[in-house]
């Protein structure tokens, strides 16, 4: 009886805690929101300087990118650490031990022990799985790791916002941004349900800088220590011909850059406009954005898991409850069935595009440190597009005649879920 009543008070204390958390973010952060939303042709002279400085940034010329999809990422940056000489900087939300996270260990530790400084940001929910023979391998080698917001009583106020950004800094000069996370499944080539899909941006030149700035942001409020000077911020020739700029969000803050940047360039759109992410749950704003699109013109493409190969469920149920109005509205909405398609891509009119870690939802436009990269550059868009016209062999369109169709139970559970969308 006295085990059965532990187990049970400590159920609700865990249930408490993350109630508790919850209510404070609903009622701590603002919500804003873009109702009648329109902005000028995002060719226009100067548009990205403006959409620059709206996200709390500043934009950046002379830039190179380069896409890396699914395993192939892991074997890219695998070689970049091993070129590394200086510093290697690395923030992701999710790792699990296994193999590929054995990979990336040997790769620090190689680089820790010919003397490059290495530091690691892990969310402290999202790095909970590295199991301790890894982090004291880290450790023991010189790598400096630390975790993120990790629970506690004390930061029960806070402990809902999580460091979803995935970035990793090589030598101050170059950078990836992207959705790539540090499991098993994130290998290989997307081939079936045990392979994730996912893209990754490599970026060199200036822009590279506001990326170190980004991690440095975070490391100063884990650690207390400020990384500054020449040595992590050298003045970055140009190398290519993107335009670029960042958004991220900082918990601290109220105004959040990463919906500031998706909803300036769904509003700019006057062609088209695709998405790829793997949670779409647009708020008010957004799903306004998107219906003004369409009703200029434009042609709004989402693409988004099935319920079957998603890796979040509750997600799947509440999208499809509030599905209908962009249907009604023109949206083409597409489900990704071949595995967890997780890459968080936007493309505009065939030349600016955006790739981070930011979900098109309200946990990452207004809780969660989100990092996306933004690009002007029409042969990266060309690319993104391609990608979306590929990836839809393996999809299927959704249509109001298939919301009919649901079951009894499948209404409810989308319903349940709609109600409890901003804590999913």
Not at 87 to 104: D, N, P, Q
Not at 163 to 183: P, Q
Not at 285 to 296: D, I, M
Not at 321 to 341: A, C, F, K, M, N
Request: glycine share 8%; net charge negative.
């Amino acid at each position: 009886m006295t085990t059965a009543l532990a187990i049970s008070t400590a159920i609700l204390a865990i249930l408490l805690f993350f109630a508790v958390s919850a209510i404070w973010s609903m009622t701590h952060l603002r919500r804003g929101q873009w109702k009648t939303l329109d902005t000028q042709d995002s060719r226009g002279e100067r548009f990205g300087e403006m959409v620059a400085r709206l996200t709390l940034s500043c934009m950046t010329e002379g830039n190179a990118v380069e896409l890396f999809q699914n395993g192939a990422f892991f074997d890219r940056l695998e070689e970049a650490i091993g070129a590394a000489d200086q510093s290697v900087h690395f923030e992701t939300f999710l790792w699990k031990t296994g193999e590929l996270s054995a990979r990336l260990v040997r790769s620090f530790v190689a680089a820790a022990e010919r003397g490059v400084e290495v530091r690691m940001i892990l969310d402290g929910e999202g790095g909970k799985k590295m199991s301790e023979t890894e982090r004291q391998t880290l450790r023991d080698a010189g790598v400096m790791l630390c975790f993120f917001n990790p629970r506690s009583w004390r930061n029960i106020g806070t402990y809902n916002a999580r460091d979803h950004r995935k970035m990793v800094v090589v030598d101050s000069r170059l950078a990836f941004v992207g959705g790539h996370c540090v499991t098993d499944e994130w290998q290989g080539d997307a081939q079936d349900r045990k392979h994730y899909r996912d893209i990754t941006a490599q970026v060199r030149g200036p822009v590279v800088g506001e990326l170190q700035a980004a991690f440095t942001e975070n490391w100063t409020e884990v650690t207390g220590k400020l990384l500054a000077g020449e040595k992590y911020f050298p003045d970055l020739e140009p190398v290519g011909d993107a335009r670029a700029h960042l958004a991220y969000v900082n918990v601290q803050r109220r105004v959040s850059a990463v919906k500031a940047l998706h909803i300036l360039a769904i509003a700019s759109a006057q062609e088209s406009v695709t998405i790829q992410n793997p949670y779409f749950l647009p708020d008010e704003g957004a799903r306004t954005a998107l219906l003004r699109a369409v009703e200029r013109g434009v042609r709004v493409r989402v693409m988004t898991p099935t319920i079957d190969a998603t890796d979040n469920g509750l997600v799947l149920h509440a999208m499809r409850s509030g599905l209908r109005p962009l249907l009604e509205g023109g949206v083409e909405i597409y489900g990704y069935d071949r595995t967890l398609l997780h890459q968080k891509v936007l493309t505009v009119d065939g030349h600016w595009s955006l790739v981070g870690s930011t979900n098109f939802d309200f946990r990452s436009f207004e809780i969660n440190d989100e990092i996306s990269v933004s690009l002007f550059d029409e042969d990266l868009a060309a690319e993104l597009v391609r990608t979306f016209e590929e990836d839809l062999a393996h999809c299927h369109r959704y249509t109001l005649a298939m919301l009919e169709k649901r079951t009894v139970v499948d209404r409810s559970l989308d319903r349940l879920a709609w109600v409890a969308r901003e804590q999913l």
